[in-house]
């Protein structure tokens, strides 16, 4: 009933920035709280940031201080703003929108995000 569409990704060199988004689709009434993951190659998927219907944020220690997560309610969008960027941060991003026990989460197609000079 949700669907997730991620857009944003790409290439930038090391200390750039872009700015993921994610469309929302469906019953966004079941939504409890929407967030940002990342995998890399070899490696597990892991959160990245979450903001909750409320507005409330949280972040993983390795991306405090450098991204942002941000909504419009209107646009039923979910934006991840991505500083200072490092090639650590290299990995396919995945929008994820909750809906509780009883419904389980839905996750977008991902995008790409490389940080390379």
């Known amino acids: 009933q949700v669907q997730l569409v991620e857009s944003g990704g790409g290439l930038v060199q090391p200390g750039g920035s872009l700015r993921l988004s994610c469309a929302a689709s469906?019953?966004?009434?079941?939504?409890?709280?929407m967030g940002w993951y990342r995998q890399a190659p070899g490696k597990q998927r892991e959160v990245v940031a979450l903001i909750t219907r409320r507005g409330n944020t949280n972040y993983a220690g390795s991306v405090k201080g450098r991204f942002t997560i941000s909504r419009d309610t209107a646009k039923n969008t979910v934006y991840l703003q991505m500083n200072s960027l490092k090639p650590e941060d290299t990995a396919v991003y995945y929008c994820n929108a909750d809906r509780g026990a009883s419904m389980g989460g839905v996750w977008g197609q991902g995008t790409q995000v490389t940080v390379s000079s």
């Open positions: 469906g019953s966004i009434f079941a939504i409890n709280y």
